[in-house]
């Protein structure tokens, strides 16, 4: 079962809860994805012995100058004004590329070539709850550990994470519960995160803002990817019940409430998880993911 | 006319309650334009509670549509398409509107001319009154491509009506991140204003978002916010940025009122607690941006 954890509203506590419910079930040798390749986090809670690294990028246009007539085609097939010809000059402007092969494809010249432009770094390894003094009932659990990393100022978070997934999640699926640990917003690395997934787990804190966002990443999840969604509230306690009777009139299950407290807040700004913080919870993430649809 | 956008990197921090406090405090010492630029989770608007004056359309990207009597499902598309968007059928091929990025790499390759490509509706851009200021806001379709752009034109429209009504600041709420959306949001800026909390997973986003817009050669200050949570990371998250030398606007504590303001769509800076009287502070030392070069 691949489930993601998702939130719309940045800071509703997506990676508390995604790296909890990986320690709750690590005796079944989960695996676990960071796709926040913007700000990638679970890493500082689940210190994750990264054993292989490689770089992760897209594929992107070079210009074979003695081939080249400069007419100008490949830049009228580029959907993103990436490539411009000016006299008898090609210009390439790699921040713009999609990596789509299509100024390839179609120079009548074969003066274009393919070369890989790294946007970023993949690593994986695992984490050994027991031997990291995290809560563990043996020392035989393990949990699968990869995660992405944009480079700095490079624009495009999407191919980072399809690469990531397509380097742990075999094509044929795994029997492993996976957790993917997705970006904020709703936009396009939310879709690639969720792509794929059986379920998304959204989590969301009872304010006008986590009730605002939470809607359109139901919108994503559910409506345009027919995803199941259940929703765990976060920072229960604050603000009003409008999340409450959001999910009751759309149906959306709330699986798990974590209520606001002095002694979570402060545990989680020390880099250590709720099951830490408060050992109850992963018999409570244990019991939710069973109950899962 | 000074640009300034709040950024964080990590989601949550507290970007748009500064923003909204910050637009309270502007507003009276100087003439004040808004935009909210996190256009997939865009909030300010829940604070500010504006009074809508105009809508627009947010056209952008392409997306292949397969004619199905035309198909002859002879699978070259699929073969060209790099990001798994065209789904084979038997009698006919269709296209995954979410996977689909526009490319038109299959446009090329299909043998009948089966493929157009339609231009998207993306999304919407509003026009509002705020008792601080116009505001420029947008909402990014569920699942939408092509968020930086969306960022650009918000920001373009935003700062035309500064020039316009010869206003001292154009302050731009931004999204969470480092990626796309956050450099879009960046150009142009002459400070960033960047909203950390004292956090481990904090503490490791502000590197990040420092990186970011370091790249871009953007000048930075630095609020430290929930700063009671952790005083320790506080105190590191002080000296790193005393390393490199990022200068720090103001320390925030934890303060629940925040939240009731912001419930009652109010800046916090109306009220009297912890956090308001620090933002009284955080604003005094941010002013004197407003007439340095």
Redesign the interface.
């Known amino acids: 079962m691949i489930i993601a954890v998702a939130s ?5 506590g997506k ?1 508390t809860v995604a790296v909890s419910l990986a320690l709750s079930l690590a005796d079944l040798s989960p695996i676990y994805l960071d796709c926040d390749v ?2 990638p ?1 679970a890493a ?2 689940l210190h994750p012995e990264l054993t292989e690294r490689r770089e992760a990028g897209q594929m992107i246009p070079a210009v074979d100058l003695s081939r080249c007539t400069a007419c100008g085609h490949c830049a009228e ?1 580029c ?2 004004h990436a490539i411009a010809v000016v006299g008898q000059q090609v210009l390439i402007f790699p921040e713009l590329c ?5 100024c390839t ?2 120079c009548p010249a074969q003066a274009l070539h393919e070369v890989f432009e790294p946007l970023g770094t993949l690593e994986r390894g695992r984490v050994l709850p027991w031997d990291r003094g995290l809560p563990a009932h043996s020392s035989s659990e393990e949990i699968t550990f990869a995660q992405g990393t ?1 480079n ?6 999407t191919p980072i994470i399809r690469q990531l997934k397509q380097w742990v999640i075999a094509p044929e699926g795994t029997d492993l519960p996976v957790i993917l640990d997705a ?9 690639e995160t969720l ?1 794929g997934a059986d379920l998304a787990l959204m989590v969301t804190e009872p ?3 986590g009730l ?2 939470l809607r ?1 990443a139901v ?2 999840a559910r ?3 027919g995803l199941p969604v259940a929703v765990i509230i976060n920072r229960d306690g ?3 019940a409008d999340v409450d009777t959001y999910c009751t009139k759309e149906g959306l299950p709330i699986v798990l409430r974590i209520p606001l407290e002095r002694a979570i ?2 545990g ?4 250590r998880t709720l099951v830490e913080i408060h050992p109850e919870y992963r018999a409570r993430f244990r019991q939710l993911f069973e109950a899962l649809p | 006319m000074k640009q300034w956008v709040i950024l964080s990197g990590k989601g949550g921090t507290g970007k748009t309650t500064v923003a909204a406090a910050l637009a309270h405090l502007a507003a009276d010492t100087c003439r004040l334009v808004l935009a909210d630029v996190d256009v997939d989770a865009a909030n300010l608007e829940l604070v500010l509670a504006p009074t809508l004056e105009t809508t627009h359309e947010f056209k952008s990207g392409e997306l292949a549509v397969i004619d199905p009597a035309r198909c002859i499902a002879c699978g070259n598309c699929a073969e060209a398409c790099r990001f798994e968007a065209i789904i084979p059928g038997e009698i006919a091929y269709h296209v995954d509107p979410l996977s689909c990025e526009g490319c038109a790499a299959c446009t090329y390759r299909c043998p009948t001319g089966a493929i157009q490509m339609k231009l998207r509706d993306a999304g919407r851009w509003f026009t509002s009154q705020t008792r601080f200021g116009p505001l420029y806001h947008a909402h990014l379709f569920a699942g939408g491509e092509n968020s930086g752009k969306l960022v650009t034109l918000v920001k373009q429209m935003a700062r035309l009506r500064a020039l316009d009504d010869e206003a001292d600041l154009l302050l731009v709420d931004g999204p969470p991140g480092i990626g796309c959306p956050v450099i879009a949001a960046l150009s142009g800026a002459d400070l960033a204003i960047i909203v950390t909390e004292a956090t481990a997973a904090g503490a490791h986003d502000l590197e990040r978002i420092l990186d970011t817009a370091t790249h871009f050669r953007v000048p930075v200050g630095v609020l430290r916010n929930k700063t009671d949570r952790n005083p320790a990371q506080a105190e590191a998250i002080a000296a790193y940025c005393a390393a490199r030398e990022s200068p720090l606007r103001g320390r925030l504590p934890d303060d629940r009122t925040a939240i009731e303001a912001m419930s009652r769509a109010e800046p916090v800076t109306i009220t009297d607690g912890p956090l308001s009287t620090a933002l009284h502070h955080a604003w005094e030392a941010l002013k004197k941006y407003l007439s340095s070069d």
């Not at chain 1, 719309?8 to 509703?12: H, L």
């Not at chain 1, 700095?152 to 978070?157: C, D, F, L, S």
């Not at chain 1, 970006?183 to 879709?191: E, K, L």
């Open positions: 719309g509203k940045g800071g509703t990676t913007e700000e986090n500082l809670f097939v959907r993103y999609h990596g789509c092969g299509s494809y179609n944009l700095v100022g490079a624009a495009m978070a970006p904020p917003g709703t936009a396009c690395p939310v879709v792509h304010t006008p803002f605002h966002d359109q919108e994503v409506d345009q990817l604050v603000g009003t807040a402060e989680i700004a020390q880099g």
